[in-house]
């Protein structure tokens, strides 16, 4: 799981690198979500890398009845993830990504849920694992790490000390991550 979060790392480096004028500007969530995905689909060779995509083949992805996580349609069934790593044929999903602009003041609930779910191994379309990025214009300002259909607290823990110590934490005055 490492080897795949340091991707991930590296994709959110060049993302801050390249892409100030948009986050400078405070543009929308999309637009920073598609921009991000571009960034992973370079460090994730032989793996499709897509933006709300909810299908497997021909089946969309849609959580089972009764399950407490929050969906993205008006029918409660159907899940978009932000960003995904997958072979798009194929029950091989890597990667589910959940990024937030850190101006984003809807319940961070809805994002955490939708990992929780992308990610249980009793659907059938489970992540492998999953990442909310929460972002400002000043770096990553939270993250969490996802596994089981729960936040792998461990690992998260982790990750964020590698955002921190690749210089994309969220730095202000006081030099406190936020």
Known sequence: MQTELNKVIAAVGEFYAQETFLLERDLGERTLTHRLAVYV???????QVDCNYDRLGERTLRL?????????????KSIYPDIVVHQRDIPNNLLAIELRKESNHQP???DQRKLQALTDPNVWFAYAMGVLLIVGANGV??????AGGAI???????????IRDSGLADRRD???QR
């Open 174 to 176: 006081d030099g406190v």
């Open 64 to 76: 089972p009845r009764g399950s407490g996580s929050s969906t993205d349609d008006h029918l409660g």
């Open 141 to 146: 300002s939270s993250s969490e790490v996802y």
């Open 108 to 110: 961070l609930d809805h």
């Open 152 to 162: 792998d607290v461990a690992t998260s823990r982790w990750f964020a000390e590698r």
């Open 41 to 47: 689909e370079r460090q994730f060779s032989g793996w």
